[in-house]
């Protein structure tokens, strides 16, 4: 089965600074996705990426699907208390649009104002 | 209203009891999956359905079961809850030819 590990499990930032967070997988991604979650809440979707190379933006938050589609990145450009909670990365099990998704541990992230 | 509601969003039980979770949704998604949360485990998945009459478990589908009452409802069930099933649920859905989860709030369960 495929598997996520994600980098680091949690992050205190001062507001303001950037941040990068990993999520690896053990095999290649067809799809993979990142999702927010805020403390005791939902998660909302951020972001899809699907082609090796891929790069997409959302005002401060840039998702980035390495060339080999094993290794995603997001990265927080001057991050805002608002930024903070929980990132999930999640990935197609199969090469097979969104069927299922298999989710990464997550990252906690604080920003200290 | 939300386009997935989870109810009861907090329950506190004993061990052995006999819980439902139930979910319910207004996006007129065919697939509904239901995922536990536990701190630094991110998600993982109990049971899918992708239609009414389909059921599938997932990674952790032991001391659960599902019940696909309409497109729009599924609720998941405890049979006899122990401690080790504190934790976070999370309902969410999926259109088909969709790659996206919509989620519902949770519903943060505790047994003692």
Not at chain 1, 54 to 70: F, G, P, R, Y
Not at chain 2, 50 to 72: H, L, M, P, T
Request: aromatic letters at 8%; one cysteine or more.
């Amino acid at each position: 089965s495929q598997e996520l590990e994600q980098s680091p499990q949690s992050l205190i930032v001062q507001e303001g600074k950037n941040l990068t967070i990993n999520c690896t997988s053990s095999k290649t991604l067809y799809g993979l996705y990142w999702y927010k979650q805020k403390y005791g809440e939902g998660l909302i979707f951020l972001m899809m990426l699907q082609k090796g190379g891929e790069e997409k933006s959302h005002e401060k938050i840039t998702a980035k699907l390495d060339e080999k589609k094993q290794q995603s990145s997001l990265h927080i450009t001057a991050s805002q208390p608002s930024h903070a909670g929980i990132y999930l990365c999640g990935a197609d099990t199969y090469n097979n649009a969104g069927n299922m998704l298999t989710f990464g541990g997550g990252t906690r992230l604080m920003v200290k104002p | 209203d939300a386009d997935v509601t989870q109810t009861p969003r907090n329950r506190i039980t004993k061990t052995g009891k006999r819980i439902m979770l139930e979910c319910s949704q207004t996006k007129g998604h065919d697939r509904m999956y239901w995922y536990r949360q536990d701190p630094g485990l991110g998600l993982r998945l109990i049971y899918y359905s992708f239609d009414v009459k389909d059921i599938n478990k997932g990674e952790i589908s032991d001391g659960y079961s599902v019940s696909r009452q309409a497109q729009a409802k599924f609720s998941l069930s405890l049979e006899s809850a122990i401690p080790n099933q504190t934790a976070l649920y999370f309902c969410a859905t999926m259109g088909s030819g969709a790659n996206v989860l919509t989620f519902g709030a949770g519903s943060r369960l505790t047994v003692l």
